[in-house]
């Protein structure tokens, strides 16, 4: 019998698909076959949360809809047959009108760039509607706690706004919330009562509001349950477990699964990439054997195919014998993240760790409750424990089925106790991030008669994901303890005995880590009965160290912002442009721009060799995998044209490799495809063949390039000058330090857009390419130099970027150019959507450095002199980094050094090119000078604050070093800014707070540093269009870009603003009437680029001149008119403008005054960091930060800016490892080791200051640049973490010393390298610190 159709409802429009290849995404339905764009593509492996939709299933027997978030980048299409879809735009657009969540994600200024936006809606939207549909509790939708909705968003990655915003929109949802901490936002304004607050945010109302299950869908499942067509759609949907065994035994009859695939939520294919054509897919989650859950009074079974918050659910479900399930289910919370538990299986989760070494938790959970799991194979049921199931042979191609899971009930007697404890340390602390190490320990214990201590009756303890094969049991520490009275001696052998069964393969990262984790863990387990001599349920951790989950504090943060009417609507918090479009997914980017039906696609292949010469490509098999039309090389490029990929104001760089590749990464060709799917499976399956014969050795270090003179050239324009005599400085030193070398590495965009264009032909040789640019000048001349074509056949158009930073102002040439190149040959239109692995491969990122440094200073710690050698890693390519060494040293400039010399190299390297990521060069410089600081205030014995302060510049020293961009000496507001952060943070009293903290708390320790920034930078030349319309709207092209800095929104507010003072009647209520458009190349020319900072004043004014001719031009007809009446509208005057034939269009091109066009930004942050001694986990516990706006053109925006500057510098100084092979090529692919910041890794408290200082004469509207210099401040919670660590050292080498350690006792210093991510923070305090401790305990 023919089977049913694919039906389902997206936002309640019916979709009825006829057929589609079975391992189609949602994801890929959605974005290609319906209009339906919020839905994005961001990471394509389950790990950012861009792509989450709602998936709602009704059941027809007890009439109720189910409804949770799901992934619909790994979610296949067939599976969500007769299920409902609802995206952002499902729960309001702008034609329906705005959801309250958009509406309050826009009024929190929740949203900068957006592209992630829609997800975090969506992620939301499901804890409202959890909380309204929960059973379990007394919920109503008022009771969505600030906890939960903090947690809602905690999968979901932002790039761009640092969270904060974001939190507080999720949190107005909440009951519990006091509303007087929500930040700033544009419903109330400070001082309004908690009723008026809440009366002005937007109403949610649940009835209203949550989505309801389409009625043709129900009536349809009513009337009959679809079973899909299994020989149209190669997908099976057996209901029976015997249905599924005659399934497996007819479509393959050997041993194997053949070309079938079992899937249930099909997340497994987020860590394993599927590069296999299934044959036939076959879902087992509708097998009601395989999902149901059974307790009694043996345990709990558990189907396999029940997901994992369903798992959690049962787990966590209130009973007297639940105690091992409840701490299982509260671990299992930390798994991935809400919408991959929401769909993946727990028996998915088992066979992948059985099968292919995933690095489980789950089963090193069961492991230790001595869980075991049933499987079928041909009619055969087998029952394995958890142990033998592991080490069996794998099942996952096999036709074996895991049916279920049992995990037993662990009962006591009235003399024994039972402690179950989970640990696992992850760089995140509320999941998304896989474990270094995970355990789960069971033990039963009682107590010694005589001695009144603890015995060991029994125990499990296991282990995971160390880079073992599996979890495994450390049987032999087991039946060490077993029967034996707890001492810290038998403590100390047991933990001796774990570390030889903790053996990570060799090529594990971090081994000795993992050893000294999985050692911490069993301290942590065992330590407190020792000390306390007896056991409790709800037991304790060793002193200090704690599980981060539980005690998850709720973020808090407070802003203290002056807006300004004078400039009205200039200076006020006004609303971002297009933020709600944004928020419900239908505010446009490149890859939403609907692709035409002959669309080809394209993908990079790119060289992993970083000096070969090409042989061929071609692919493996050399068949051109499915879908495959062309493969474009440097041969492609008309004769006519050039092999180009890029320009900057230092150079240019090839697009494709010719015959010799010269670095890995370097782009070899260009697969064209029908999809990009095809195309980037073509890519991933070509095959390059090298020939290294004749070929000279790369140079792959700044060393290698410094001999052998690679070096790129630096203008002597952009060659900084020294300061000072340093032979005096340095003679008039008492103490110097000399030949200190540290380095630096990279930092990749983590932009959420990758990089993007969409190319298409036209008449005559012109083409049009849309490009996710922030340089469409230069990416036009490019093209048009590439394909040989006068420029003005060349429009890029670029409206909107999803995230920049930097990264798409050189790096997205080459993705456009080769998009053009491929489109003009094939005279189809082509686009490319650069991969998330790719796309780190291409970006090349921050340069790495090597710096020398020696500095001479007085005992009372003045610093004299500093004399520098740095060697900058640039790559292949020259594209900025001659700009470097000038940014380094305007921003290492911030202390008055005495004398500063130096020597720096440029040097070009066979690696990667490296290019602008915000704050090029400033970051790495400001940085630098707190490490000397640092150095200095360590070798003085001194406070480093206090080096701090003495080494501040005074206005004459700062003239000195800065010459006239030092400004007036009322602009040099450092000073203030300083003093005035030691009383907003109360620095002093938490300093001396922390020393008393760490003198008490043993594996606890806490470190507070303040840090001073200054920033250079400069406004550059740029053209203004503005346009009044006939019906009085206004129409503004600028050259910048928006990225999210927000600044079309400054752009909209100053045209409001200089319209306005024509002074018509409404004027000065235009800002809504006021549309800024897309940048176009051949609208707007000379639009250079949107970089370093002051593109969004430098428009400003650009824009601001435009409206002053136009006022101009307006007021002899506003005269004439007043001649006979006494007032006259906006739109009369402009009615009657037109029919005199004013011109009512201008355009300016604001060139900035040589003089004062640069000029320094100053802003000092404190930041508090306390470090588990047990794990290396540091946890950011307070950051305040004052930073000089001048006068704010848009304090909300501003704000924005500097918190999401902050925690990018959080990510580079402590999260984001970025670690290359061999050949330079970076070693992080995506998600799953790239890591970003989270909302669980941000401050739990953050203040925010902006320093309304007044008057600017040289600047726009006396306003200040704030894109990129709070990043800078971020040092200070690597400054803070290093104090941090330098208590736990004088600890441990207190416990050596107890020891018997001949030493002096005194810490012989240390560098804390960049990213501070655990492994390392740990190694610094110590891997031993537990033994040694022990030791100390032990020792006489
Ligand atoms: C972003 C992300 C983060 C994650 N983080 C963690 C983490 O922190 N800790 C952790 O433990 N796990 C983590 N996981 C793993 C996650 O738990 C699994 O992906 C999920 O449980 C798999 O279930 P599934 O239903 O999607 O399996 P699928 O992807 O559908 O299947 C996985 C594999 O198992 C096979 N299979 C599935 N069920 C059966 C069965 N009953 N019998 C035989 N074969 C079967 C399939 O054929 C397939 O090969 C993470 C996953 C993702 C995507
Ligand atoms: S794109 Fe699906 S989770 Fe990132
Ligand atoms: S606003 Fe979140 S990624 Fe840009």
Sequence with gaps: MAGDDLVFSVNGEKFEVLSVNPSTTLLEFLRSNTPFKSVKLSCGEGGCGACIVILSKYDPVLDKVEEYSINSCLTLLCSINECSITTSEGLGNTEKGFHPIHKRFAGFHASQCGFCTPGMCISLYSALSNAHNSKNSHSSPEYLSASAAEKSIAGNLCRCTGYRPIADACKSFAADVDIEDLGLNSFWRKGESREEMLKKLPPYNPDKDLVTFPDFLKEKIKRQHNVLDQTRYHWSTPVSVAELQQILAITNPGGD?????????????????????????????????????????????????????????????????????????????????????????????????????????????????????????????????????????????????????????????????????????????????????????????????????????????????????????????????????????????????????????IDTSYAEYKKSLAVGFLFDFLYPLIESCSWDLERKHVDGHVDPTISLPLLSSAQQVLESKEFHPVGEAVIKFGAELQASGEAVYVDDIPSLPNCLHGAFIYSTKPLARIKSVGFKGNVAPIGVLAVITYKDIPQVGHNIGYISMFGTGLLFADEVTICAGQIIALVVADTQKHANLAAKLAVVEY????????????????????????????????????????????????????????????????QTALALPDEDNYIVVYSATQSPEYTQSVIATCLGIPDHSVRVITRRLGGGFGGKAIKSMPVATACALAAQKLQRPVRIYVNRKTDMIMAGGRHPMKITYSVGFTSDGK?????????????????????????????????????????????????????????????????????????????????????????????????????????????????LLWDKLEISADFKRRAESIKQFNLSNVWRKRGISRVPIIHQVMNRPTPGIVSILSDGSVVVEIAGIEMGQGLLTKVQQMVAYGLGLIKAEGSQDLLERIR?????????????????????????????????????????????????????????????????????????????????????????????????????????????????????????????????????????????????????????????????????????????????????KNRILSSKASGEPPLLVAASVHCATRSAIKEARKQYLSWNHNNGDRGDGSDPGFELPIPAIMPVVKQLCGLESVEKYLESKTSP
């Design 1076 to 1256: 800024l458009i897309q940048t176009d190349t051949l609208s707007i020319v000379q639009s250079s680029y949107t970089a370093g900072s002051t593109t969004s004043e430098n428009c400003c004014e650009a824009v601001r001149l435009c409206c002053g001719i136009l006022v101009e031009r307006l007021k002899p007809t506003m005269n004439r008119i007043l001649e006979n009446a006494r007032s006259v509208t906006w739109d009369t005057l402009i009615q009657e403008a037109n029919a005199q034939s004013v011109d009512l269009s201008a355009r300016t091109f604001y060139k900035p005054e040589s003089s004062s066009s640069e000029y320094l930004n100053y802003g000092v942050g404190a930041s508090e960091v306390e470090v588990d001694l047990v794990t290396g986990r540091t946890e950011i516990i307070r950051s305040d930060i004052i930073y000089d706006c001048g006068k704010s053109l848009n304090p909300a925006v501003d704000l924005g800016q500097i918190e999401g500057a902050f925690v990018q510098g959080i990510g580079f100084f402590m999260y984001e490892e970025y670690t290359t092979d061999e050949n330079g090529l970076i070693n992080e692919e995506g998600t799953w080791d790239y890591k970003i910041p989270t909302i669980d890794t941000i401050p739990k408290q953050f203040n925010v200051q902006i320093l309304n200082s007044g008057h600017h």
């Design 257 to 505: 699964r053949g070309l079938m695939k079992i899937v249930v939520g099909n997340t497994g294919t987020g860590y394993y990439k599927e590069e296999k054509q299934y044959g036939r897919y076959i879902d087992i989650s509708h097998i009601p054997e395989m999902s149901m859950i059974k307790k009694d009074d043996r345990g709990i079974e558990i189907g396999a195919v029940v997901t994992i918050s369903k798992v959690i659910d049962a787990l966590m479900e209130e009973s007297t014998s639940a105690y091992v399930f409840k701490k299982i289910g509260i671990h299992m919370e930390k798994v991935a993240n809400h919408f991959i538990r929401n769909s993946g299986s727990i028996g998915g989760n088992l066979v992948m760790a059985q099968s292919k070494n995933f690095p489980s938790d789950i089963t090193t959970l069961l492991l230790a409750a001595d869980a075991s799991v049933n499987m079928i194979n041909a009619g055969r049921h087998e029952k394995l424990r958890m142990g033998e199931f592991l080490v069996s042979p794998p099942i996952i191609n096999t036709k074996t089925v895991l049916l279920k899971v049992h995990i037993p009930i662990w009962a006591t007697s009235s003399t024994t106790g039972l402690l179950f404890e989970t640990y696992r340390a992850a760089p995140r602390p509320i999941g998304s991030a896989l474990p270094y190490l995970n355990a789960a320990f069971l033990a039963v214990v009682s107590q010694d008669a005589s001695s009144r201590g603890i015995m060991v009756d029994k125990c499990r303890l296991a282990f995971g994901s160390f880079g073992g094969y599996h979890s495994i049991r450390a049987r032999e520490v087991e039946d060490f303890l077993t029967d034996k009275l707890l001492s810290r001696s038998v403590l100390y052998e047991a933990v001796r005995l774990l570390k030889g069964i903790i053996v990570p393969s």
């Design 863 to 975: 610093l004299t002199a500093l004399e520098l050698t740095l060697f900058i890693d640039a790559g292949i390519d020259v594209d900025v980094s001659p700009m470097l060494p000038q940014n380094i040293m305007n921003s290492l400039k911030k202390y008055d050094w005495g004398a500063l010399s130096f020597d720096i190299k440029v040097c070009k390297t066979n690696l990667p090119s490296r290019t602008s990521l915000r704050a090029p060069g400033e970051v790495q410089g400001s940085y630098i000078a707190e490490s000397i600081i640092e150095n200095v205030a360590s070798s003085l014995n001194m406070d480093v604050d206090v080096v701090r302060r003495i080494n501040l510049h005074t206005y004459e020293s700062l003239r000195k070093f800065y010459k006239q961009v030092a400004g007036e000496p009322d602009e040099y507001t450092l000073p």
């Design 691 to 754: 020939d290294l014969r004749n070929i000279e050795t790369p140079v792959l270090s700044v060393e290698d390039a410094v001999k052998r003179s690679s070096l790129f050239e630096v203008p002597p324009e952009y060659y900084p000058e020294p300061v000072g005599d340093i032979s005096k400085g340095m003679a008039e030193a008492d103490r110097k330090i000399r030949s200190v070398e540290l380095r630096l590495g990279s930092q990749y965009f983590f932009y959420m857009e990758t």
